[in-house]
């Protein structure tokens, strides 16, 4: 089993930044891509960025040139700074981790098999 705890979320303004965190702890070998989704009200939980064990980065198109994932294997950690940020993307915000890898890409919503409990993120106009 593999263990996710987010944190970084909070409130701020249109144009402001948040950095979120999420700690891997358990069996974090069986570990091959991980990613950050999120969840509006009344919206499905989308994808937002993933990287895998190759360092291939994928973003969603309204991340793009906002939103930075990166990751600590020393400290098991997985970073999303978040820049520029707008109301649209208020949402509850969640690490999840996939054993699954793939050359040059990250896997669909469906192959993460471990998932935080998420960390909510609000901004105000």
């Known amino acids: 089993q593999v263990q996710l705890v987010e944190s970084g979320g909070g409130s701020v303004q249109a144009g402001g930044s948040l950095r979120l965190s999420c700690a891997a702890s358990?069996?974090?070998?069986?570990?091959?891509?991980m990613g950050w989704f999120r969840q509006a009200p009344g919206k499905e939980r989308e994808e937002v960025t993933c990287i895998n064990d190759d360092g291939t980065t994928s973003y969603a198109e309204s991340a793009k040139g906002r939103f930075t994932i990166s990751k600590d294997h020393a400290k098991n950690t997985l970073y999303l700074q978040m820049n520029s940020l707008r109301p649209e993307d208020t949402a509850m915000y969640y690490c999840?981790?996939?054993?699954?890898?793939?050359?040059?890409?990250?896997?669909?919503?469906?192959?993460?098999?471990?998932w935080g409990q998420g960390t909510p993120v609000t901004v105000s106009s």
């Open positions: 358990g069996d974090t070998f069986r570990v091959a891509s």
């Open positions: 999840a981790a996939s054993r699954l890898y793939l050359i040059h890409s990250c896997p669909e919503k469906a192959d993460f098999a471990y």
